[in-house]
């Protein structure tokens, strides 16, 4: 059976080369796999238009936004679009359940840009489904994206406080060959945004963090 690989792209990655060597990259590897996609003319056309090139096999998932609703549909929830035109606006994520079943997908790629929302909230989807999961951000090419490797799942850390013991245990996604070092460095970046104090001369809670105690002291 032939492995099925879900591409969204972000409507802001604009950036064309970049695009081509992700999708050669990816082709390069899985030259057999079927593209899943949402056929979007912004973007996933333009992927699938590139796969096919390359002599890959690509399936199109068009959004029926001018379809009847669903019996799931909120009562009166259709919208109209710039011409007037009503149109479903839960036809998106019915589409994104439909290009994520019956068939598994085996692996899913990400060409993200800031501030478009769709091809991000279908990558959460995937990563919560449990599929490995890559993200090509707009202007990062190919160079300083992992390759194919464990997606990130969520392992406990508990960081204590090196003064009053406090600990402060949470989930944080890891990868599978992150070093313990590695899991405690996403743990302490995560509490120093709470207001923690975490280096080389140990982990502080908020309440004993030198910082703020040479401030209160000032
Ligand atoms: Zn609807
Ligand atoms: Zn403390």
Redesign the pocket.
Known sequence: MNIRILFTVARGYTDQAGMRSVVELIHAARPNAVLVHGDCPEGDQDVAAIWRELGGVDEPHPADWYGP??PK??PR??RRDRTGREY????GPYRNHEMFGPEPIQETHALLANGSRGARDTAEMSVRLGIPTFAWPLGAGTASVPKFRADRFPCEVTVFCDTCEHEERGDYLVHENDTEDRRYGYARAYLRTQGWHCDSTGDFCPNHNPRQLSLEDA
């Open positions: 609703c669903r549909c909120r929830h259709r479903c606006p839960a036809a």
